[in-house]
Nanobody, 117 residues
Framework: VQLQESGPGLVKPSQTLSLTCTVS?????????WSWIRQPPGKGLEWMGA???????SYSPSLKSRTSISRDTSKNQFTLQVNSVSPEDTAVYYC???????????WGQGTQVTVSS
């Protein structure tokens, strides 16, 4: 299974960040959990949330109020939206999947998102 992140590399403060993960070699509706993780510059990895093969979702408590994960099963994609972004949301964003909530067996290559006016 391969994952590829896509989306704008630059987002203005207060706007919505939207990224898509395209999955190939496997279906997002089979028995896995599909996550978004980010790494701000100079900081560690942060799990943001995930969508399960069933369509149910789970989010990090610190981001839950601003984050939404959805999917398009016809395109085998899942999407991250983060509302009201600030420069603190600048990070490399990764999509990944694993056998349970917050587990990661395989990752995309990551995409840099910078929040700046």
């Amino acid at each position: 299974v391969q994952l590829q992140e896509s989306g704008p590399g630059l987002v203005k403060p207060s706007q919505t960040l939207s990224l898509t993960c395209t999955v190939s070699g496997g279906s997002i509706t089979t028995n896995f959990y599909w996550s978004w993780i980010r790494q701000p510059p100079g900081k560690g990895l942060e799990w943001m949330g995930a969508i399960a093969y069933s369509g149910s979702t789970s989010y990090s408590p610190s981001l839950k109020s601003r984050t939404s994960i959805s999917r398009d099963t016809s395109k085998n994609q899942f999407t991250l939206q983060v509302n009201s972004v600030s420069p603190e949301d600048t990070a490399v964003y990764y999509c990944a999947f694993g056998g349970g909530w917050g587990t990661f067996g395989s990752w995309g290559q990551g995409t840099q998102v910078t929040v700046s006016s």
